[in-house]
């Protein structure tokens, strides 16, 4: 029990990590995404129309 | 899309391709992806719709597969230890909730809701893949894993991660220069070449030598 408690505290620990990570990196970014995978050319992000 | 093709073969030839099957899985759907990608590129244009859905829902897909790859690089370093069931739960628990996470991010945006949620639970698992690489690098430390290839395996991903927000942040920063947007092409290749080479280089058995212990005079 404890360690699957210990491996759901992990997975929360690594999922913040993350996520502050990611703030740190795109806050400032001009640059919508960041894409890890292929060599194609990235699109332009599919953004809803301004209403 | 040749180093992928050179890292299948080379696991092919070392029968080796079970062994890292996810691996191998994520290379194959990278080179299906790309291929995909630049058939609906050449009809469509880069600016069309078609193509933007096709290239996201891909990159979603394979973000999917590189952390399923990640997550079977902690599965064998940590089954010595019989935390391998746990890697696994750790793992569930983390594709549920950065899909949850990024499911409350883009909630609101009802237009093109699927391809929005697609970018953010792509970009999130990005990240969570990259401090689960950093993990690892720090348990394969820690345990003092010798076993080469995994060794050089996990040390490509986190190399491959840091470069590719070092590369990010390069754009970022001089945007002005072009020879920065060649930098994701080319990362993109370095992966694969490195899995090839120590797939080729080494091994199932190789083992690294430990750093020998200083004796302390007294």
């Given at each position: 029990?404890?360690?699957?408690?210990?491996?759901?505290?992990?997975?929360?620990?690594?999922?913040?990590?993350?996520?502050?990570?990611?703030?740190?990196?795109?806050?400032?970014?001009?640059?919508?995404?960041?894409?890890?995978?292929?060599?194609?050319?990235?699109?332009?992000?599919?953004?809803?129309?301004?209403? | 899309?040749?180093?992928?093709?050179?890292?299948?073969?080379?696991?092919?030839?070392?029968?080796?391709?079970?062994?890292?099957?996810?691996?191998?899985?994520?290379v194959i759907l990278s080179l299906f992806a790309d291929l995909t990608r630049?058939?609906?590129?050449?009809?469509?244009?880069?600016?069309?719709?078609?193509?933007?859905?096709?290239?996201?829902?891909?990159?979603?897909?394979?973000?999917?597969?590189?952390?399923?790859?990640?997550?079977?690089?902690?599965?064998?370093?940590?089954?010595?230890?019989?935390?391998?069931?746990?890697?696994?739960?750790?793992?569930?628990?983390?594709?549920?909730?950065?899909?949850?996470?990024?499911?409350?991010?883009?909630?609101?945006?009802?237009?093109?809701?699927?391809?929005?949620?697609?970018?953010?639970?792509?970009?999130?698992?990005?990240?969570?893949?990259?401090?689960?690489?950093?993990?690892?690098?720090?348990?394969?430390?820690?345990?003092?894993?010798?076993?080469?290839?995994?060794?050089?395996?996990?040390?490509?991903?986190?190399?491959?991660?840091?470069?590719?927000?070092?590369?990010?942040?390069?754009?970022?920063?001089?945007?002005?220069?072009?020879?920065?947007?060649?930098?994701?092409?080319?990362?993109?290749?370095?992966?694969?070449?490195?899995?090839?080479?120590?797939?080729?280089?080494?091994?199932?058995?190789?083992?690294?030598?430990?750093?020998?212990?200083?004796?302390?005079?007294r």
């Amino acid at each position: 029990m404890s360690r699957k408690l210990g491996a759901l505290a992990l997975a929360l620990g690594i999922l913040v990590g993350a996520m502050e990570l990611k703030t740190l990196v795109t806050a400032h970014g001009k640059t919508a995404v960041i894409m890890a995978n292929g060599v194609s050319p990235v699109p332009k992000l599919p953004l809803p129309p301004a209403n | 899309m040749g180093a992928g093709v050179c890292f299948v073969t080379c696991s092919v030839l070392r029968a080796s391709f079970l062994k890292y099957f996810f691996l191998n899985l994520y290379v194959i759907l990278s080179l299906f992806a790309d291929l995909t990608r630049q058939v609906v590129l050449r009809y469509r244009g880069v600016d069309s719709l078609e193509y933007g859905h096709t290239y996201y829902y891909t990159d979603c897909l394979l973000t999917v597969a590189l952390f399923v790859a990640v997550i079977s690089l902690a599965s064998r370093v940590f089954a010595e230890l019989h935390l391998a069931r746990y890697v696994r739960l750790v793992a569930v628990l983390l594709l549920l909730g950065t899909a949850g996470f990024s499911y409350a991010v883009v909630a609101q945006s009802t237009d093109r809701l699927a391809t929005m949620f697609a970018v953010e639970l792509s970009q999130n698992l990005y990240f969570v893949g990259l401090v689960l690489t950093y993990l690892l690098w720090g348990a394969v430390l820690k345990l003092q894993e010798t076993r080469t290839r995994l060794v050089q395996m996990v040390l490509s991903l986190g190399l491959y991660f840091s470069a590719y927000a070092g590369s990010y942040a390069l754009v970022n920063l001089a945007p002005k220069y072009e020879v920065v947007q060649y930098l994701a092409p080319i990362l993109g290749c370095f992966l694969p070449i490195s899995w090839a080479v120590s797939v080729m280089r080494h091994s199932e058995d190789a083992r690294l030598t430990p750093a020998r212990l200083v004796a302390v005079p007294r």
